[in-house]
C-alpha cells in the first residue's frame, strides 16, 4: 500500500526536564544516533507523502541536527502541550487532504513494519481518529485507555489526572496517532486547558471524537517494548541495549557467532561476513567492512577499520582507520591507530 497520501507529524519541542541537560531531549543519542533520527528513519522507510518536524527548545539545534533529512519545520514558541504543538502546524497542513500520522520524537524504538500496519489499518478502516495503544504490566508514566462497559474506546487519561482506579489499567496510549487532518484541527480548537498542567492535550481529541458519536478505532501493537518513550537516562540506556541486542541478533541470524552478546557493541554501520566468531568485551564502531570466517578475540575495539577475510585479531587490540589484509594475524595488544 502506498502512504503517499499521509503527513507525517513529529513533535520534537519538548526540553525533557528528567534528562537533567541542556540538550534538546530527542537529540540525545540512542544506539549511536539521536533518537529522533531514528523515528526520522522509520518514516522515510515508510515513503509518507511529507514529514514536518515541530521543534521548540534549542529548535536551531533540532534543524541543524536534521539538514540531511527532506523535511520541514514548524517552531513552537511556548511548550504549551502536545496539542498545542499540533496546532502550530495548521498552517502547513491547511491543504492537506488526508491522514496526518502524529508521533513523538522520543520513541526510536517502534519498527517501521508497525507504523505501516497501523497505517493499512487506519486507511482501511476509513476511521477518522486511530490512536496507537499496547498493553504493559506497569503503566505508570503513560496515558491510559478508558473504555466503556461494552469496551468502546471512551477517552485518554493522562497519569497526573488519572483516579487511582484509572491508574490500575494496564492498556496504554502509545502516542501514535492516525488522524484525519480536517477533523484534527477542528477538535484541536474545541480542547481546553482544564487539566493539571493547564495544557492543550492532544489526547482530549479522543474524546471530542466520542462525545461527538464518531467512533475511534484502537490498534493495539503487540510488542510493548516498541513504544518505549525515553525521559531520563535510565530510559536512554533501556533504548539503546533495546536497539543492539536487534542488531546482533540480524548479525547471528545472518551467519556470524557472538559469543556473550551482551558483553558487546556493534554500531550498525558494521558490516560483518558470515562464520565470523566475536568474543566477549569487543566493540566495533564507526564504518567498519569485516570479511568473513574473522575471528576478533576479547578486548578489542576497532573503528572504521577493512578486515580482510579469515584474519585473526588478538586480545587487547585497537585499530582504528586501518586495513587489515585477508589472512592476517594481529598479535594481542596492538596498537595501529592511521594518522597518529
Given at each position: 500500500m502506498e502512504y503517499s497520501s499521509v503527513a507525517g507529524l513529529v513533535l520534537a519541542a519538548g526540553k525533557g526536564t528528567r534528562m537533567k541537560s541542556d540538550r534538546p531531549k530527542v537529540l540525545h543519542e540512542v544506539f549511536f544516533s539521536p533518537m529522533i533520527h531514528h523515528v526520522l528513519?522509520?518514516?522515510?522507510?515508510?515513503?509518507?507523502?511529507?514529514?514536518?518536524?515541530?521543534?521548540?527548545?534549542?529548535?536551531?539545534?533540532?534543524?541543524?541536527?536534521?539538514?540531511?533529512?527532506?523535511?520541514?519545520?514548524?517552531?513552537?514558541?511556548?511548550?504549551?502541550?502536545?496539542?498545542?504543538?499540533?496546532?502550530?502546524?495548521?498552517?502547513?497542513?491547511?491543504?492537506?487532504?488526508?491522514?496526518?500520522?502524529i508521533m513523538c520524537g522520543d520513541t526510536p524504538l517502534v519498527r517501521a513494519d508497525t507504523i505501516r500496519q497501523f497505517l493499512r489499518a487506519h486507511i482501511e478502516s476509513e476511521a477518522l481518529l486511530t490512536v496507537m495503544t499496547t498493553k504493559v504490566v506497569e503503566p505508570a508514566n503513560y496515558g491510559r485507555i478508558v473504555s466503556d462497559e461494552q469496551g468502546n474506546f471512551v477517552k485518554i487519561v493522562e497519569e497526573k489526572d488519572a483516579t487511582p482506579a484509572q491508574k490500575e489499567i494496564g492498556?496504554?496510549?502509545?502516542?501514535?496517532?492516525?488522524?484525519?487532518?480536517?477533523?484534527?484541527?477542528?477538535?484541536?480548537?474545541?480542547?481546553?486547558?482544564?487539566?493539571?498542567?493547564?495544557?492543550?492535550?492532544l489526547t482530549d481529541i479522543v474524546e471530542i471524537a466520542t462525545s461527538d458519536g464518531v467512533q475511534v478505532q484502537k490498534f493495539c501493537c503487540a510488542d510493548s517494548e516498541e513504544i518505549l518513550g525515553v525521559n531520563s537516562r535510565r530510559e536512554l540506556a533501556q533504548a539503546h541495549a533495546i536497539l543492539q541486542r536487534r542488531y546482533l541478533v540480524a548479525l547471528m541470524e545472518s551467519g556470524v557467532t557472538i559469543i556473550q552478546p551482551e558483553s558487546v557493541t556493534i554500531e550498525k554501520t558494521v558490516a560483518i561476513g558470515k562464520d565470523s566468531e566475536i568474543y566477549p568485551c569487543t566493540s566495533l564502531t564507526g564504518t567498519c567492512k569485516v570479511g568473513a570466517g574473522v575471528c576478533i578475540d576479547s578486548?578489542?575495539?576497532?573503528?572504521?577499520?577493512?578486515?580482510?577475510?579469515?584474519?585473526?585479531?588478538?586480545?587487547?587490540?585497537?585499530?582504528?582507520q586501518t586495513n587489515i589484509p585477508a589472512l592476517s594475524i594481529v598479535a594481542p595488544h596492538t596498537v595501529e591507530i592511521q594518522g597518529r
Open positions: 528513519d522509520v518514516l522515510q522507510s515508510v515513503s509518507l507523502g511529507r514529514n514536518i518536524v515541530v521543534a521548540g527548545h534549542c529548535h536551531q539545534l533540532v534543524e541543524e541536527s536534521l539538514r540531511g533529512y527532506p523535511v520541514s519545520f514548524v517552531h513552537q514558541a511556548q511548550q504549551l502541550g502536545t496539542g498545542h504543538a499540533v496546532l502550530a502546524c495548521e498552517g502547513e497542513l491547511r491543504l492537506h487532504q488526508g491522514p496526518v500520522l492498556e496504554i496510549n502509545a502516542g501514535i496517532y492516525g488522524v484525519d487532518a480536517q477533523f484534527l484541527f477542528e477538535a484541536l480548537h474545541r480542547v481546553g486547558v482544564n487539566n493539571m498542567q493547564g495544557e492543550i492535550y578486548f578489542v575495539k576497532i573503528h572504521d577499520c577493512k578486515i580482510g577475510d579469515f584474519a585473526r585479531i588478538g586480545s587487547f587490540t585497537h585499530l582504528q
